[in-house]
């Protein structure tokens, strides 16, 4: 059976960091500006840290326009799916 990981509230803080600063150096500080923003929430609830970055996230895969490299895109995507899992975990284990 595959491993669950985690996704870690340090982790992504620090991913939204980097990734605030990679997009502001390419000149998309709309976008940058929303990942700071939503890195705020970072000392509040996890839930709401998740949604939060979940929407900046996908507000950034919609409107980067191919400004992320291949690898930068991939860990974007990567990121949205461990936020969706661990909503998915949170939910199902407020069910039982």
């Given at each position: 059976m595959?491993?669950?990981s985690y996704i870690l509230a340090g982790d992504l803080y620090q991913y939204?960091?980097?990734l605030a600063q990679t997009l502001r150096e390419k000149g998309l500080k709309d976008l940058s500006a929303k990942l700071e923003a939503a890195s705020q929430f970072a000392s509040g609830s996890s839930s709401e840290f998740l949604g939060e970055v979940?929407?900046?996230l996908q507000a950034v895969k919609e409107a980067h326009g191919g400004a992320l490299s291949n690898a930068e895109d991939?860990?974007?995507q990567s990121m949205l799916k461990n936020i969706d899992r661990e909503f998915n975990?949170?939910?199902s284990a407020n069910r039982d």
């Open positions: 595959r491993e669950q939204v960091v980097s979940r929407l900046a991939f860990k974007l975990r949170v939910n």
